[in-house]
């Protein structure tokens, strides 16, 4: 019987691991220039994690296109969030009355993407959706056998909607 191969981090097609510099969680203005309190922390990022993270480690959108990108995903992963079935045969406990299976945060995210919908038009808030919400890499969203011509408008098309999410939430952009 063969040894069970060990697997190394460079094996696995779906991880590639970069270290990076990010603003530290944890900091306090309070306690500013003390040892243990750093403005910035290394960080270990799989760059491979996302179609987002890939082109934000390539250098193809910058940091508001990549903060426009991340607050669409959360948005989008709020709304997405399973809502849990009422159960009608458990007594409510203390008079609570039953729970909602929709809270506020799925409503609230839905209406803030239901705001931006018409700002992207159709075509646009699809390649977003796909993109930045569902994690579809950009050949997977041209479709397979697809030209380079096309991942590079596909690309260039995202970079343009994600700078319209960047001025409609106030984010600071290029210009």
Same mark, same amino acid.
């Given at each position: 019987? %063969? ?9 696995? %097609? ?14 306090? %203005? ?17 760059? @491979? ?31 997405? @969030? ?34 931006? @919908? ?9 390649? &977003? ?11 997977? &969203? ?31 952009? @290029?210009?």
């Amino acid at each position: 019987m %063969p040894a069970p191969s060990k697997r190394t981090p460079s094996s696995d %097609p779906h991880r590639s691991l970069r270290a990076v510099t990010i603003a530290n969680p944890y900091y306090s %203005p309070a306690y500013d220039g003390e040892a243990g309190n750093p403005r910035t922390v290394p960080a270990i990022i799989n760059i @491979r994690e996302s179609a987002v993270t890939m082109l934000a480690s390539r250098g193809r959108i910058d940091a508001a296109q990549l903060a426009a990108a991340t607050r669409f995903r959360a948005l989008w992963e709020a709304m997405c @969030r399973s809502t849990r079935a009422i159960d009608y045969s458990r007594e409510p406990v203390d008079g609570a009355g039953r729970a909602d299976p929709i809270g506020h945060r799925q409503m609230h995210s839905a209406q803030e993407l239901r705001r931006i @919908r018409p700002l992207l038009g159709e075509k646009g808030y699809w390649l &977003v959706s796909r993109i930045c919400g569902e994690g579809y890499s950009l050949g997977e &969203v041209v479709g397979p056998g697809a030209s380079k011509r096309s991942k590079l408008k596909a690309a260039r098309d995202l970079r343009e909607l994600l700078d319209l999410l960047c001025e409609f939430w106030n984010l600071s952009t @290029r210009r």
